[in-house]
């Protein structure tokens, strides 16, 4: 990395760090008022705030995930939680192995709090990581104490890099929440390096009979409700929903026959997010996970669903190379590989 000193916290701006607009060279240089900035050879310059350069404005769709990620600032890191949750799905998404991340580049493309930023930083992988929103705060306060660290404020249809630069480009729950899937499949894979592979998940399509209840279920009712008040309203209902209901699920955390049934039957009923049978190993943690992910699922702006057939087709008609696109995790999971020698 190429490091320049504005202040006296200097910004190590990754090789591959490009002005979004113009694609010229950026470095760390004073801004007009002698504030910390980032300047591009073109002329513009972007802020730094709070140690994290801002290549978008504040405000946006993404406010809201922005206010949960800091607010659960932990809360997934499998170095919190004691599980291996994270690392799982991302090694399953991968292919099966974390080893091919070892010395790689790789662009992580709404990182959010950073779950999946750890495990890549684990893994030897060098990460360049940008969310839409706020959320690069918890971000770096997780994370920015690993070598091979960046991340900035960005926006996936305006990313402040080089086009083609990355080893790997990842992009895990956040597909879903842009405007247009396909044209953030084709942003994504603007930043594939020939060889390279982009990783991605998307919430599924639903059946006919789904699309038809759909609209009358208590999560979607919730919803509708919870997306016409401003974020910070939003985060605190969210938050007196779980809280009240919670106590039920409780006492629902438990193994027999008739509570299980029991338990689907509340579980369709209730519009909080409960994990305890995908992940009963959380234990006492459940409760903060049903906080954080009924937020998430209430609360977000855009809810695109795709079947494994709508994002292979996506992914071949940006030029990339589908190795799989298959129903897993929260819905499809696919990997697609950008052909040698191919721009």
Known sequence: MVESNPNEHPIALPPEARCPAHGAVLQAAPGPAGEAAIRGTCGCVFPIHLE??????????????????NAFRRTQLDSYSGTTISRDRLTRCLGGSLEPLRGASVLEVGCGAGRFTEVLL?????????????AVEANQANCGQHPGYFVCQADVMSLPIAAGAFDFVIALGMVQHTPSPEKT????????????????????????????????????????????????LAFR?????????????????????????????????SPVFDYYDAFPELGEALADWARLDTHDGLTDYYKHRRSPQEIARALTAVGLEVIDSRAGGNGVEARARRPPGRD
């Open 52 to 69: 994290i350069p801002r290549f978008v404005p504040d405000g946006s769709y993404a406010n809201a995930f922005g206010l949960q990620w």
């Open 122 to 134: 684990d893994a030897g992988a060098r990460v360049f990581a940008c969310d839409l929103s706020a």
């Open 185 to 232: 499949i084709a942003a994504l894979a603007a930043a594939v390096r020939p060889g390279g592979l982009l990783v991605l998940d998307h919430y599924r399509a639903l059946g006919p009979l789904e699309r038809l209840l759909n609209p009358l279920t208590p999560k979607t009712l919730v919803r509708t409700i919870l997306l016409r008040l401003p974020p910070p």
């Open 237 to 269: 209902a969210t938050d007196a929903i779980v809280r009240w209901l919670l106590p039920v699920h409780r006492l629902l955390w438990r193994r027999g026959a008739l509570v299980d049934r029991i338990r689907a039957v509340w579980r369709r009923a």
